[in-house]
């Protein structure tokens, strides 16, 4: 019986560069699918609360912000992270995850994404004989506080409301899309659904939207009094992510380990091939345990099948007797015999 071969498993290793889940998208791509989902959360999120029904429910303005955010991780998440949020880029690139000059650009393609996704929405607006002012129509869903805001929030409550909102929306970001966490695939879901619930809250006080982007193109087609007070959207929504990415680095993801070499590689090779030797030998048994009618002497090795014949073989074949192997006296007798009888 031969003992199987251990297999060696690299429980931490990466998947191969072909891999397309690990492939590495350039710059462009990600900034073109930041845009593009920014452009997309902006319209739903703006889009459906403009065209409603004044004084309806938030919740449906809430659910489209958050499906479209679910929506567009779904579709883009892959190329670049799926931020669509200055804030959320902002606690990533304090985690650790993506590189400060990365997340400038990332910032960037977010608001080209949301002014022109504000700007679409503007010109429908213009077209609607109904309305007579777009900007009194955006100041409807402009993150505001004090007189601006829904039940006339101050300053320091829109703050903390910011805040906080932010923060948590970005430790459910980076929690469920941490490397070991199993459930990574829901991150789309669980991120949207924490979104709505937020912005059902941020409307009900003064369309706090925790986004920087959102705010600034709702507010670059709003009364001035927008611009004026865009400063507490940004500033608060970045402060709460980067509080929750300084706690989620310092419970540091454990670092997985490193790939192997082109010499640990054949190392674990040679160990394997040794092993695989050690178990053939194992299948030969010992010198003394070899059926006899499977030996072969070392005579036999040497001359092979057709060796010439020695002097007695004729007889002995013609009696149809198997030498011993023994010593000679068996054959000498007979031949004695056969001589003797001879003469």
Not at 20 to 38: K, Y
Request: charged content about 15%; hydrophobic content about 50%; aromatic content about 6%.
């Amino acid at each position: 019986m031969t003992m199987p071969v251990p297999v060696h498993h690299a429980h931490n290793a990466e998947p191969p560069a072909g891999v397309a889940s690990e492939a590495r998208h350039g710059l462009v791509p990600r900034l073109a699918a930041e845009a593009f989902g920014s452009l997309f959360v902006v319209v739903a999120g703006l889009g459906v609360p403009l065209f409603s029904i004044p004084q309806s429910s938030p919740v449906p303005a809430a659910l489209a912000a958050g499906l479209a955010v679910t929506a567009a991780m779904f579709a883009f998440g892959y190329v670049s992270g799926g931020h669509f949020n200055p804030a959320v880029t902002m606690g990533n690139a304090v985690a650790g995850r993506i590189r400060l000059g990365e997340a400038a650009a990332y910032v960037g393609a977010q608001l080209v994404g949301g002014i022109l996704g504000a700007l679409t929405l503007f010109g429908i607006l213009r077209t609607l004989p109904s309305i007579q002012d777009s900007r009194t129509a955006f100041d409807t869903v402009t993150a505001g506080f004090g007189e601006h805001s829904v039940i006339q929030a101050p300053l320091a409550g829109v703050l903390l409301l910011e805040v906080l909102g932010a923060a948590i929306l970005m430790a459910i970001f980076l929690g469920t899309t941490a490397r070991n966490n199993l459930n990574r695939a829901a991150a789309p879901v669980a991120v949207g659904l924490a979104f709505a619930v937020l912005l059902q809250l941020g409307q009900s006080v003064g369309n706090a939207p925790f986004n920087p982007a959102r705010a600034t193109a709702s507010a670059l087609f709003s009364s001035s009094w927008s611009l004026e007070q865009l400063w507490v959207f940004w500033v608060a929504p970045l402060v709460g992510a980067a509080i929750a990415g300084l706690v989620f680095r310092g419970f540091a993801e454990t670092p997985a380990a490193a790939p192997a070499t082109d010499a640990d590689a054949a190392a674990l090779e040679d160990v394997e091939d040794a092993e695989s030797r050690e178990d053939e030998n194992d299948l030969i048994p010992a010198s003394g345990n070899v059926p006899a009618e499977n030996s072969v002497s070392d005579e036999d090795r040497v001359f092979g099948a057709d060796r010439p014949a020695a002097a007695g073989d004729d007889t002995v074949r013609s009696t149809g007797a198997t030498p011993s192997g023994a010593d000679g006296a068996g054959r000498d007798e007979a031949q004695d015999f056969f001589d003797g009888k001879r003469s």
